[in-house]
């Protein structure tokens, strides 16, 4: 079953946080975020692995809180890079490694 | 590293025609990969999983005979949109399951459009 993210926009000024969620109905081993720009493939944002993990890389951190069947990023002190369509992928087990996405959330990131 | 590649960019084709499209990991071996659509503004839907030296997975509601997925070498899955359709164009993108200290993460291609006439 697809994820369900949340919210499905939002804008904001430069500099300005935001937090995207992603919440699953089903048990989870690992979520992965992607960003991707109009017109591109998704690009690798970072992986969350069942154990409660936190992770960060420059302002763009995310948590995953495997009780709750959720995921949150936060985008810190936005930039104007960071405008795209943000997807969360559930992976749920299995040796197939295959991840179901959310419908995502667009980001825009006026000046 | 990491780095996934798809072939062509962007295909026209009229209704009828056949289309092949190729990914290729080029940096690293993917025993599996996987085969998405995207129609504009929504979400990536998986078709097939692909795994070298076996038939693939289709998801529900996939025709296979249709989209006939071949993953002849660790470096090479190859989509056939057979008879192609103007209900068939759409943003086909693979992705390759990495290894190793690459484990669960799957690297993107940078996308095939389809357009059928």
């Known amino acids: 079953q697809q994820p369900v993210q949340s919210p499905q926009a939002v804008i904001l000024r430069e500099g300005e946080d935001a937090v995207i969620n992603c919440s699953s109905s089903k048990a989870l081993y690992s979520v992965h975020w992607y960003r991707q720009k109009h017109g591109e493939a998704p690009v690798f944002l970072m992986i969350l692995l069942k154990g409660g993990e936190q992770k960060g890389h420059d302002k763009i951190s995310a948590s995953f809180n495997e009780k709750k069947q959720q995921s949150s990023l936060y985008l810190t002190a936005s930039q104007l890079s960071y405008s795209g369509t943000y997807f969360c992928g559930s992976y749920s087990g299995g040796s197939n490694y295959k991840l179901t996405f959310g419908k995502g959330t667009l980001l825009t990131v006026n000046p | 590293g990491a780095v996934v590649s798809q072939h062509p960019s962007w295909v026209i084709c009229k209704s009828g025609t056949s289309v092949k499209i190729e990914c290729r990991s080029l940096?690293?071996?993917?025993?599996?990969m996987f085969w998405y659509r995207q129609f504009p503004k929504q979400s990536l839907m998986l078709m097939a999983t692909?795994?070298?030296?076996?038939?693939?997975?289709?998801e529900q509601g996939v025709e296979k005979d249709k989209f006939l997925i071949n993953h002849a070498s660790l470096t090479l899955s190859t989509l056939t949109v057979t008879s192609a359709h103007p209900e068939d164009s759409s943003f086909y993108i693979c992705s390759a399951l990495g290894s190793g200290g690459l484990l669960n993460e799957q690297f993107f291609g940078p996308g095939t459009r389809l357009t059928v006439l």
């Open positions: 692909s795994n070298e030296g076996s038939k693939a997975t289709y």
């Open positions: 940096d690293f071996q993917a025993t599996t």
